[in-house]
């Protein structure tokens, strides 16, 4: 009998993500109903969201650009002729009995994201393809005992669905994955990426196969999972569960499964549908799109710099370690935020010492992000600078300077330090007078550093910072005091 390690040793998953991306448009994907998020119930709603008889549709220009922006971004060939098509099945919440989407004819065609996984390793996850549809309602089961709720004004929002070729491993790979796409996206500033609000949503369509098979082994897909914690543990215990079903004998039913982030087990929704169930034609009441060459140009010069592009820079140009280059590009609010203080100071690594220690601790406990940072950037490269001209120690400035900066983050910082009294004191005779109070305080421990035992230093520094107030150079005073202490060898 094989145990569970050498169960999974015989198998390998394949794994395909589709991602709805929701667009962060004002209005909805083909009318002009409000896209706000958080409105009452059904206010978001016209007779076109709502499938009334004679109700037109007419697309969006910004849905269409920002599928463009995206395509760029990820290398894809973009679709110059695409058109929309009718998508029918039957669900309470979709109100016209068919949704607006695109089958034959993307406006994307293939790309990839590159992930870096934890051991380093790096890969590309291609892509088969970016669509624009339209999406459905929300039912609601939990208010009322007896009736499930519909609600319609997510009916017609604008999403891209970023669907993957089925390469992805491992749970931990389609996590990396999710975490690359909602990066790029927000870099783009199409769609927030806020998994919790149902801005992406990841459906993950998990099969096995015996190692060096070629064949694809039946997918279950995992409907509606709204974070990347619970993409990669669905997708964990689906892979298991099929190992075991496999090893049982048991055959492997194609159906689409809901996942419970309590329990952390998949249980079935329904029997998979194939695609000829949806019965797919042209939509015939909007136009198909046209892409000349200079509209694809145009969106193409107004991107932003993306992630990748910016790891290279802060790699080379700046000289930062990779692990600072990633933590950096996480988030494109730090990303510009750094760049501004890169922009008046030398030290590139204090810069990133910064933000990735002081500022980040401060933004995390007051659970806020960069964007609502009151301190402008410039404020925090003068503070870098004045360290490093050594006219400022950098305890100080992060527990006292950078307190004052918070409470009034305008305010002139040398009219700051001189209130704080901080400005390091360069007097060579009242440093002096500093380490011989020291040493006149421990002469036990200068005769144990005069015979030989220079770990006594960090006594002697320690009491100097504690003496002087903080306000002396460490470097300057350090090699002072060893001076003082030779001379008493």
């Known amino acids: 009998m094989l ?12 794994i395909g993500l589709e991602v709805h991306v929701q667009l962060s448009t004002k209005s909805k994907a083909f009318c002009y109903d409000s896209a706000q998020y958080g409105s009452l119930p059904n206010h978001n709603i016209s007779p076109v969201s709502l499938g009334l008889p004679g109700a037109l549709p007419r697309a969006n220009q910004e849905i269409v650009k920002y599928a463009v922006k995206l395509g760029l971004a990820i290398g894809s060939t973009i679709n110059k002729y695409n058109f929309f098509d009718r998508k ?85 790979e389609a996590a990396a994955y999710l975490t690359e796409l909602r ?29 060096g098979d070629k064949n694809l082994g039946n997918r279950c897909e995992v409907k509606n999972l709204n974070s990347i914690k619970n993409v990669q543990r669905a997708i964990e215990h689906e892979i298991t569960r099929q190992i075991e079903l496999s090893e049982a004998g048991v055959y492997i ?16 929704l329904r029997s998979k549908e194939m695609a000829n169930d949806y019965r797919y034609f042209p939509e015939p009441d909007l136009l198909p799109l046209n892409l000349s ?15 990748e592009e910016l790891f290279k820079q802060f790699t080379t140009q700046f000289k930062l370690p990779e692990y600072d280059a990633l933590v950096l590009t996480a988030d494109k609010d730090m990303a510009d935020y750094f760049l501004a203080i890169t922009s008046s100071v030398n030290n590139y690594k204090a810069a990133s010492n910064w933000l990735m220690g002081t500022i980040r601790s401060y933004l995390n406990e007051n659970n806020i992000g960069f964007n609502q940072f009151p301190i402008p950037a410039q404020q925090i490269a003068a503070l870098i600078n004045k360290v490093e001209a050594r006219e400022l120690n950098n305890n100080q400035a992060k527990e006292k300077v ?36 020291a040493l006149n305080k421990y002469p036990d421990k200068v005769k144990e550093y005069n015979s030989g035992k220079k770990g006594v ?29 030779e001379k008493l060898k």
């Open 183 to 211: 990066k790029l996206v927000r870099y783009l500033n199409i769609c927030d990426g806020n998994m919790d609000e149902g801005s992406m949503r990841c459906d993950a369509n998990v099969s096995i196969r015996l190692k």
């Open 88 to 172: 029918n099945y039957f669900y309470a919440d979709l109100p016209k009995g068919y949704q607006i989407t695109q089958d034959n004819q993307p406006i994307c065609l293939g790309g990839s994201v590159k992930v870096r996984l934890a051991n380093g390793v790096e890969k590309q996850v291609i892509l088969n393809r970016i669509h624009i549809e339209e999406d459905a309602g929300k039912s609601i089961h939990d208010v009322d005992d007896k009736y499930s709720l519909i609600d319609l004004n997510r009916a017609g929002v604008a999403l891209l669905e970023v669907v993957t070729e089925p390469v992805i491993e491992s749970g931990e």
């Open 293 to 307: 060459d200079a509209y694809i140009e145009a969106i193409k010069k107004d991107m932003p710099a993306l992630p």
């Open 402 to 437: 950078f307190a004052a900066l918070l409470i009034h983050p305008t305010k002139n910082l040398n009219d700051i330090l001189s209130e704080l009294n901080v400005s390091i004191n360069t007097n060579t005779a009242h440093i002096d007078g500093f380490i011989l109070a």
């Open 253 to 268: 039913d194609q159906n689409t499964l809901n996942f419970d982030a309590l329990t952390g087990i998949t249980s079935v």
């Open 3 to 14: 145990d569970s390690l050498q169960q999974k040793d015989k198998y390998e998953a394949v």
């Open 457 to 485: 230093l960090g006594l002697f520094m320690g009491e100097l910072m504690k003496i002087s107030g903080g306000k002396i150079d460490p470097k300057k005073a350090n090699q002072l005091l060893i001076n003082q202490l």
